[in-house]
């Protein structure tokens, strides 16, 4: 059985924003999710306390991820604790087991891991993951295997996460990046991304036609938990794009 989550980034923004994260609990547990990706960017309004939403998931059982924009090394290479310490705070209220951000400005000779590691042994109720993101420094290959590189030295407890298209934007090779860093991937989000009309977009997955979805998926261990992340229209089809998952896995 696919551990498949749901990032509310997968849905209409407008309509998330309008709503509130929290209104599409229900609908995402009753699609059959192994659980849910609350977005830092997306809260509004609309939403209650984290300790309520925290309330719902549960009540849904609903494992919770926390994806946070920011960047895990500030542009002097120092560690970002101070926004670390934030979001690891509002992880907790919202019962979350993982958080995840982007990796930032880390280099070798500057970024103490060291200190990442003293950060990360206070709260040992949280993973910490780093995903590579849309930017040319938080989603460069040799910057992402050098910091995993350290902290597997360092013994820190963080993971990857693999995003199968921010690859694209970081004008990356993707086969390259599974060769390099496949080691240290916990987490997979999954989206297909194309060029239309000189442009990057990011489309709903489609199975058998050659996609490079497929091709990260299939490269990777089975039974990584993977995210949807590409656009859910109408948001009813959420539970087809599960089932989908759970055939795919059937195949391999």
Known sequence: MQKV??????????????????SFIKLIAESGAYGIEIR?????????TLVSMKQEMEQHQLFTVYSAPIELWKEDHQLNEQEL????????QLGAKWIKVSLGHFDKSQ??????????????????FVENDQTLHGGNITNLQSFFESATEENAPVKMTFDAGNWYYSKQYVREALTQLSQYVHYLHLKQVDQENGELVTL???????HSWEMVMNSLPN??????????????????????MTESEALL
């Open 204 to 210: 709903p997955l489609r199975k058998n036609i050659g």
């Open 223 to 244: 039974g990584l938990v993977k995210a949807l992340e590409f656009p859910i229209e109408p948001k009813e089809r959420t539970k087809e794009y599960i089932q989908m």
């Open 40 to 48: 830092r960017e997306l809260f509004s309004n609309q939403d209650p």
């Open 111 to 128: 970024s103490s891991v060291s200190d990442l590691h003293s950060f990360l042994r206070q709260h040992p109720e949280i993973q910490l």
């Open 85 to 92: 310490t934030t979001i690891f705070q509002e992880g907790k």
């Open 5 to 22: 989550i749901i990032p509310l980034n997968a849905f209409n923004r407008f309509e998330v924003l309008e709503k509130g994260q929290a």
